[in-house]
């Protein structure tokens, strides 16, 4: 009998478990020298040579999207922001995109509006 309670105790435990997956998504920012910018050939390469650097170094999990999400000029950096996502990653972010935003629930005594 005690057998037969641990079995399920420990059924219980594990079966959740075993249908989820791990899904990873990761922002991350990377920067080419404006130099690397003195014509599109040569742009591409440090482009090309800051992606890989950033697969290779920056994330531990292999992406199945990613994407440019913004690019910054500052001082003598060009910044790139990817967004990069696993398989599961994707099926995340795309449930976050069907999501619509909820009215924040303000206490009585902040008036909408003001600054806190």
């Known amino acids: 009998m005690k057998r037969l309670i641990t079995t399920i105790v420990a059924l219980i435990i594990v079966a959740p478990l075993a249908g989820s997956a791990m899904a990873y998504v990761a922002v991350v920012t990377t920067s080419v020298a404006v130099a690397?910018?003195?014509?599109?050939?040569q742009l591409g390469r440090a482009v090309d040579a800051a992606l890989a650097d950033v697969l290779a170094h920056a994330i531990a999990f292999a992406?199945?999207?990613?994407?440019?999400?913004?690019?910054?000029?500052?001082?003598?950096?060009?910044?790139?922001?990817?967004?990069?996502?696993?398989?599961?990653?994707?099926?995340?972010?795309?449930?976050?995109?069907?999501?619509?935003?909820?009215?924040?629930?303000?206490?009585?005594?902040?008036?909408?509006?003001?600054?806190?």
């Open 63 to 116: 992406p199945t999207r990613m994407t440019l999400e913004g690019v910054r000029v500052i001082g003598d950096r060009i910044y790139l922001i990817l967004l990069m996502a696993d398989e599961e990653g994707e099926k995340s972010l795309e449930s976050f995109s069907t999501l619509s935003p909820r009215k924040p629930e303000l206490p009585d005594q902040i008036a909408p509006g003001s600054t806190y």
């Open 36 to 41: 690397s910018a003195a014509d599109e050939a």
